[in-house]
């Protein structure tokens, strides 16, 4: 039975990014600092080839996957999208650190969704059911290495939901251009909803870390 491998990448720096903004639906592009990024990436380290690209429309992404694959296919899937933020949109956790409403936002975020924003459970399902559009594609045009190139906190909340190891959110975390790898079978998704992280993208990442 084959197996599909599908590479999720966080997309580069952005302004708000370096300001420390939450940014959900807010559709800038990279900044400088985040396209020299995406480039020292791909000089020091190794992408994977793949045969598919799937990312999120927002401007960020796509610059992140045309940088990285300009001779590839690539599709955006509106479901990709970042959490929508609501009333914390483009704010600091400076600037928010006295709003009630974010300290139980950040207390705990299951049961406290932003105000006007979207709420962790209806993140989860939109993700998830996005995953798994794109793998039923993978599945129907025998596509068997994929990337998926989309935010920080979705990559976060998809691997917390459907990844092993069984990690929570926080542990998903990963730099800007940089994420996982992981693996799956027609009966591994379908019968358990259920993803293999086998290792880190792009290959030579953890070395370059090391080596700061």
């Not at 720096?13 to 592009?29: S, V, W």
Request: charged share 25%.
């Amino acid at each position: 039975m084959r197996n599909y491998k599908i590479h999720f990448i966080r997309h580069g720096l952005t302004q708000a990014n370096l300001e420390g903004r939450y940014i959900g639906r807010t559709d800038e592009p990279l900044c400088a600092q985040g396209i020299a990024q995406i480039k020292h990436l791909m000089e020091e380290c190794d992408y994977p080839k793949v045969s598919k690209v799937y990312t999120s429309p927002l401007m960020r992404c796509v610059q992140t996957a045309e940088m990285l694959y300009p001779n590839t296919q690539i599709k955006e899937v509106a479901e990709l999208l970042e959490m929508d933020m609501g009333k914390f949109e483009g704010k600091t956790a400076e600037e928010l650190k006295d709003n009630p409403d974010f300290l139980k936002w950040l207390e705990n975020a299951v049961d406290n969704p932003p105000p006007n924003g979207e709420g962790m459970e209806d993140f989860l399902i939109r993700l998830v059911g996005a995953l798994n559009e794109i793998i039923l594609d993978m599945m129907e045009n025998e596509i068997f290495d994929a990337a998926i190139v989309t935010h920080g906190g979705a990559i976060m909340a998809l691997l917390a939901a459907v990844a092993l190891p069984k990690m929570p959110m926080n542990e998903w975390q990963c730099a800007g251009g940089a994420g996982y790898t992981a693996i799956t079978s027609a009966q591994m998704w379908q019968r358990d909803r259920t993803l293999e992280v086998v290792g880190y993208v792009p290959d030579g990442i953890q070395r370059l870390i090391a080596n700061k």
